[in-house]
């Protein structure tokens, strides 16, 4: 809701990317309480109950999940996991394992056999990229992408963030694996937030904001990366068949079907025919997480309509109940329901379980030798932590020089430059271009030991540049809302 002044707690703001993958925080009411967003479980749960093991383990697990740095912390657990297990005594284990083939098989009409490591990559990430669709489709709806001026500085700096990057790496490696200029590009939000959560008043809630709106850019970036650069083989069939479930789609909204397994049924068969098009087919994923509807259906129930006091005041049955239910669930938009009810799922079980097939390799001198002297590993390497670090600084400057956009309240060019290091941090997103652009087995390695390295780096020169800024003391401020 707006405030009288037209401004809004910077809170309301920052919990836009909450579940891409980082958390969603409480928010504020019109006065200035916090919002019982996250109230606690009720005690007729098992996680409520006083239960020995609820309250020892149950509870304080629960509340660690709800914390900015929650997912980067898995993402960081599956990682050094994935590298310790591949190179014990039983890495063929490791590698067996993600090797596994899984058969999918409807009659002679379907058949599908794959890895586990690819229905990880190819059908969980799906998944996440869906609920980077939605937050994209709040962001262009209700936040920050939706007041030009207001987004125009983060996706300078976002754009900045993706030219140099990918311009380093294409220098070092134009007579080579240049396929792989994509892989510096991207920003990986949870180490992000997880990072600058830490860093606690050292960083004004002004750059927050500035780094999850520079995150959503780099997103959309990526994403239009993946679908228009590594995609090999099309099949118009496949790709027509595709195009006509999304109509379906979008027919089902204007006839204002709101059955959610009804989108899940034909969500599950437009992956299969993006998939077998031969476009990635996370790419499906956020083409539905944009049809999404981000507006509430009914932003407040009418008094002479009023089944939620109804079934409250005790006059209960299973049809009021059933239509008292729909009235509240529907004073909140899909996107944002369903982005919560998936943000535990991709932030807590995919994202690591991706990290764990994929962070896996072999650690020798041999290897790093090899990767010290390979341009593809000083290409990620320079990219990430060089590139970001002045393409996002560099843009930024230019767009606050320019007149385009102001500095963020509160902050300076030391938190700027800060945060453009910390960008470089590019784990998720680099893994799985990486993934794409190549298929030779030296060319993956190399990349992901550069992602590894720089990501490394990127944290601790950003972490030192924003630990020498000054704390921040006044942090309850608004930022505009747009009109």
């Known amino acids: 809701m707006k405030e009288s002044s037209g401004r809004r707690p910077v809170d309301q703001v920052r919990r836009r990317a909450g579940s891409v993958p980082g958390v969603i925080p409480p928010q504020t009411t019109d006065n200035g309480q916090m919002a019982n967003d996250h109230p606690q479980p009720s005690p007729f749960t098992w996680i409520g109950s006083d239960r020995t093991l609820a309250r020892r383990v149950g509870r304080p697990v629960r509340e660690f999940l709800?914390?900015?740095a929650a997912g980067g912390v898995l993402l960081i657990l599956a990682t050094i996991v994935a590298l310790v297990w591949a190179n014990s005594p039983w890495s063929g284990v490791y590698h067996d394992l993600f090797q596994t083939r899984i058969n999918f098989q409807i009659g002679t009409i379907l058949r599908l056999d794959l890895p586990f490591e690819a229905w990880i990559n190819d059908a969980l990430m799906a998944l996440f990229f869906f609920v980077v669709g939605l937050e994209i489709k709040r962001e262009l709806v209700s936040g920050e992408l939706k007041d030009p001026r207001a987004a125009a500085l983060p996706a300078m700096a976002a754009l900045g963030g993706m030219i140099f990057p990918a311009v380093i790496y294409f220098g070092?490696?134009?007579s080579g694996a240049s396929h792989g200029w994509g892989i510096p590009m991207a920003t990986d939000i949870a180490f992000a937030v997880g990072i600058v959560s830490l860093l606690g008043s050292r960083v004004p809630g002004t750059m927050k904001v500035f780094l999850l709106t520079l995150a959503i850019v780099d997103d959309i970036g990526a994403i239009v990366v993946i679908a228009v650069f590594y995609t090999d083989g099309l099949s118009l069939g496949w790709l027509a068949i595709a195009a006509g479930l999304v109509i379906?789609?979008?027919?089902?909204?204007?006839?204002?079907?709101?059955?959610?397994p009804a989108y899940i049924f034909v969500g599950i068969f437009v992956w299969l025919a993006v998939f077998e098009s031969g476009v990635h087919a996370t790419i499906a994923g956020v083409v539905l997480g944009l049809l999404t509807p981000a507006h509430p259906l009914k932003p407040e129930v009418p008094e002479d309509q009023d089944f939620?006091?109804?079934?409250m005041g005790g006059r209960a049955s299973a049809p009021l109940v059933r239509r008292a239910s729909f009235d509240l669930n529907e004073q909140v938009s899909v996107a944002e329901r369903l982005a919560e009810f998936l943000h535990p799922f991709t932030s807590f079980i995919i994202i690591p379980l991706f990290a764990l097939s994929n962070a896996g390799i072999?650690?020798?001198r041999d290897s790093l030798s090899a990767a010290a002297s390979s341009d593809i590993t000083l290409g990620v390497v320079a990219g990430l932590v060089v590139g970001k670090l002045v393409g996002i600084s560099l843009f930024t400057w230019i767009g606050v020089r320019s007149g385009m956009s102001e500095m963020p309240r509160g902050a300076n060019w030391t938190h700027v430059i800060g945060l453009a290091a910390i960008g470089g941090v590019g784990f998720t997103v680099s893994l799985f271009i990486t993934g794409l652009a190549f298929d030779n087995p030296v060319f993956t390695d190399d990349a992901k030991i550069g992602i590894i390295v720089a990501s490394v780096v990127a944290a601790l020169v950003g972490s030192l540049i924003l630990a020498r800024a000054k704390e921040v003391t006044e942090v309850d401020f608004e930022?505009?809302?747009?009109?």
């Open 362 to 364: 072999e650690i020798s």
């Open 308 to 311: 939620v006091s109804q079934v």
């Open 172 to 174: 070092l490696n134009a």
């Open 248 to 260: 379906v789609v979008v027919t089902m909204k204007a006839a204002r079907i709101w059955f959610i």
């Open 479 to 483: 930022v505009p809302t747009p009109n």
């Open 66 to 68: 709800a914390i900015e």
